[in-house]
């Protein structure tokens, strides 16, 4: 009965008009070019600022700067690694269908790439974004159980109404999270390992607040969608992300999490939170 359901909800989620294939011959070679010019420039950026995770994850993961990759290429290391595999879709995908991609172990994947003009700046993500950015730190074993559990809360969470608050911890970590390693802080998310001016601000600049992560004030912080952040969350390691996704309980918190006012970016709430 349990693996007729599973096969149920793989069944729709993989019938979802969002959801494609990608088409790698169709890449022109201005693709690849654009690909190899963000790859090479970001591969610099990342150096002594990406976290050691990401780095290993490239190298696993094979992904290099001459052609933009096959995902079948990407699944069949991912799969083995941690049982995560990317599913390509056409462009943004509804919460809910995200969070079930999550939950069933699948990283959805645009498939476009950028065009010359929009080196720097683009407001919906694309190949290099999400392969680039997300992929290589699925191959972590911790942060990959994570994700999942993360696809289980995101349901939850529309289901209780606090849809925002799951998408501003999916914001503040996934995709602009830093970490605490013993070389200094260094970039876990996404956004930030995709991006060559967020990922030199987000560690150097004096206007960011470095903030110590809780998973609740995390998610009571408003968020950017158009500009660098002005707060960024540090957490110690991935075991303590994945502990607090899991011990999330939305119906012990939702009252707290309605009541409690929200908090602008750029300032500390006290001393004890300064990462410093
Ligand atoms: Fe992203």
């Known amino acids: 009965m349990q693996s007729k359901v599973l096969s149920e909800i793989h069944t729709n989620i993989y ?3 969002m959801v494609t294939k990608q088409v790698w011959e169709n890449f022109t070679e201005e693709d690849h070019s654009t690909w190899k010019f963000l790859f090479e420039r970001q591969a610099v950026v990342l150096k002594n600022r990406a976290c050691d995770e990401i780095i290993e994850g490239m190298e696993k993961l094979d992904i290099c700067n001459d052609k933009i990759p096959k995902m079948e290429d990407i699944n ?20 809910d269908l995200f969070f079930k991609f999550l939950r069933e172990r699948k990283f959805p994947s ?24 997300h992929v290589p730190l699925l191959v972590n074993p911790i942060f990959a159980d994570f994700m999942e559990e993360f696809g289980r809360k995101g349901l939850q969470s529309i289901e209780c109404g606090l849809l925002k ?20 802080l260094r970039i876990y998310g996404a956004g930030i390992t995709s991006s060559k001016g967020e990922s030199i601000y987000c560690l150097e600049s004096e206007i ?3 903030v110590k992560y809780n998973i609740f004030r995390t998610m009571k912080t408003n968020y950017h969608i158009d500009s660098f952040q002005k707060s960024y969350f540090v957490i110690e390691n991935y075991e303590e992300l994945f502990k607090s996704v899991r011990s999330l309980n939305w119906r012990e ?5 309605k009541q409690f006012p929200q908090i602008d970016q750029g300032i500390y709430v006290n001393e004890l939170e300064k990462v410093t």
């Open 208 to 210: 960011p607040a470095r």
């Open 110 to 133: 645009t498939c476009f790439i950028r065009k010359p003009h929009q080196m720097d700046y683009l407001e919906e993500p694309d190949i290099f974004h999400d392969i680039f950015g």
């Open 165 to 184: 608050y799951a998408a501003a911890l999916y914001w503040f970590t996934v995709e602009f999270g830093l970490i605490k390693t013993a070389n200094g």
């Open 76 to 95: 069949a290391i991912l799969k083995r690694e941690t049982g995560f595999s990317v599913v390509a879709v056409k462009g943004f995908i509804p919460e």
């Open 253 to 257: 918190m939702q009252e707290a999490l």
């Open 15 to 17: 019938e979802h008009p």
